[in-house]
C-alpha cells in the first residue's frame, strides 16, 4: 500500500476514495479500497491506496485522537509512504475540535511540522482564498453551516477556528504562491515552523500543484480535493501505473435513507417527492418510540421499484425545536440507532442497493452493517462512487455527505448502482 487515509466519516472516506481512485488524466488513480473502521488483518496485496473510514467527527476529543492514531499504526504496517487526514470540505467541526487535535497527534507520531490543511474541493465548490472558507459565492458562515445541528461553522476564517484547536500557531501559504507552482509552495512550506498551514486553493489546478509540492510529506490533511494530484505522484515515479473508476453494482430491490438537514439534501428531496413514494419519519415519533424502523420496511418493501425514500431531515428551525426539547446528543444518538436498525433489516430482508444521506446517518448504518472492505467504482457525482462490499451477497451503496450531490442525486445513483 502506497497511500493510507484516515477519515473522520463514512461519507467522507468514500468521497475521498473516489478521488483517489479517478485520479487525473490521462493517467488515472491508484487501485483504492475503503475499510469500515481499522481493519484487524492485513490488506489485499493489489491495493495501492486505503481509506480507513471512521466515526470520529463528533465523538470526544481524546477518542477521535486515539482512533486516528489506531488507523495511523495499522496503515504504516501495511507500508504507506504517505497519510491523509480527510475531514469535511466544510470543516465540519466546534472550537474545540475534533480536526485540530487529530492533526497535532498525526503530526506528533509522524514527527512533522510545516502539515498542509486544505479543505478546498472546488469541483463541490469549496474554495479557500486568505484563509479563509468558501461555499460557491458565500462565506461558510453565510452557507447554511451555520445552522449545521451537531457543528456549526460561524467562521469562515479557518486559520483562527483551527487556531482555537492546536496548541501551536496555524501558519498559511496565500494564493500568489500557490500560483508560482509547485517549487514555490514546497519552499515556503518548508520555511515554516508551524505543525498546521493553512494553504489557498480555488481551482483543481491549484490543488494538483500543492500535491506536486509536497509528494515527499509524509502527511498531509484536508477535505477530498487535497488529493487530486496525490495519486500522480506515486505513477510518476514508477510505483503505480494508474487505474480508473470501475463499471461494478448490484441488481435487486432499492431504499434510499435521507437523515442529513443540509439545504442541498432537503431540495433533493422535494425533487424526489415529485415522482416516487416518500416517507417524512417524525422525529417526534422516534424519541417516544411510536415509529419504529418496522414502520419504515413496511413503506419501502411496499413500494420496491419505485425507488422508495424514507427521510428525517428538517429545517434548522425544526432541528432546533427538537434538540431544545430532548437534547442535541439524545436527538443525534436515537436517530443514528434507528436509522441503523432499519438498513439492517432491509438489507436482511433483501435490499441490494442502498442509498444514504447524511455523514453520521451513513456512518451509523455501515457500522451496523458491518461490510468490511468496500470497493470504489465509478463516480455518480463529484465526491460521491459507487461502493460495493465484499462477501457472498454484495450490496451496492452511494453514501452522500449532505451538502453532495445534484438535484436528481437519489434516481441517479439508484441507476448507477445497478449492475447492468
Not at 482512533?67 to 480527510?86: E, P
Not at 415529485?274 to 411496499?302: C, Q, W, Y
Not at 431544545?324 to 436509522?339: I, N, T
Request: proline content about 4%.
Amino acid at each position: 500500500m502506497l497511500l493510507g487515509v484516515i477519515a473522520d466519516d463514512f461519507t467522507g472516506a468514500s468521497d475521498i476514495a473516489n478521488t483517489i481512485a479517478k485520479g487525473v488524466a490521462p493517467n488515472g488513480g491508484l487501485r483504492t479500497a475503503q475499510f469500515l473502521g481499522v481493519p484487524k488483518t492485513a490488506a489485499a496485496a493489489d491495493v495501492e491506496a486505503g481509506v480507513v473510514a471512521l466515526k470520529s467527527r463528533t465523538i470526544p476529543v481524546e477518542e477521535a485522537v486515539a482512533q486516528s492514531l489506531g488507523a495511523l499504526n495499522w496503515l504504516l504496517a501495511q507500508g504507506c509512504r504517505q497519510i491523509v487526514f480527510k475531514y469535511c470540505s466544510t470543516f465540519d467541526s466546534t472550537r474545540d475540535g475534533n480536526i485540530g487535535p487529530v492533526g497535532e497527534a498525526l503530526a506528533d507520531a509522524l514527527d512533522v511540522k510545516s502539515v498542509v490543511a486544505c479543505p478546498a474541493f472546488p469541483g463541490a465548490g469549496r474554495t479557500v482564498y486568505m484563509a479563509h472558507l468558501f461555499v460557491h459565492d458565500r462565506l461558510l458562515s453565510e452557507s447554511g453551516m451555520q445552522n449545521h445541528p451537531l457543528t456549526p461553522m460561524t467562521d469562515p476564517d479557518i486559520r483562527r477556528w483551527l487556531r482555537y484547536q492546536t496548541r501551536s500557531s496555524v501558519g498559511h501559504v496565500a494564493l500568489d504562491t500557490v500560483r508560482k507552482g509547485a517549487e514555490e509552495v514546497a519552499a515556503t512550506l518548508a520555511a515554516k515552523d508551524d505543525t498546521l498551514v493553512i494553504v489557498d486553493a480555488i481551482s483543481d489546478q491549484d490543488l494538483i500543484t500543492i500535491g506536486s509540492a509536497i509528494a515527499d510529506h509524509k502527511l498531509v490533511t484536508g477535505g477530498s480535493g487535497i488529493a487530486i494530484g496525490l495519486a500522480e505522484n506515486f505513477i510518476r515515479c514508477g510505483l503505480a501505473t494508474g487505474n480508473s473508476g470501475r463499471l461494478i453494482g448490484r441488481d435487486g430491490p432499492e431504499a434510499i435513507l435521507a437523515g442529513s438537514c443540509s439545504g442541498a439534501t432537503r431540495g433533493q428531496i422535494d425533487v424526489h417527492k415529485r415522482n416516487h413514494p416518500t416517507l417524512a419519519i417524525d422525529v417526534d415519533k422516534v424519541m417516544s418510540g411510536e415509529t419504529t424502523s418496522d414502520h419504515v420496511i413496511e413503506f419501502i418493501t411496499g413500494n420496491h421499484g419505485e425507488a422508495p425514500l424514507a427521510y428525517s431531515s428538517g429545517t434548522p428551525e425544526e432541528v432546533k425545536a427538537i434538540q431544545a426539547k430532548y437534547g442535541r446528543e439524545e436527538v443525534a444518538a436515537k436517530l443514528d440507532a434507528f436509522f441503523a436498525d432499519t438498513a439492517l433489516k432491509l438489507v436482511r430482508s433483501g435490499v441490494t442497493r442502498l442509498v444514504v444521506a447524511g455523514g453520521e446517518t451513513s456512518g451509523a448504518v455501515v457500522s451496523a452493517l458491518d461490510l468490511g472492505s468496500l470497493t470504489i467504482g465509478q463516480e455518480i457525482d463529484p465526491g460521491v462512487p459507487v461502493l460495493l462490499s465484499d462477501g457472498e451477497k454484495p450490496i451496492a451503496l452511494a453514501l452522500k455527505s449532505g451538502n453532495f450531490g445534484s438535484a436528481d442525486f437519489f434516481v441517479k445513483a439508484l441507476k448507477r448502482l445497478k449492475a447492468s
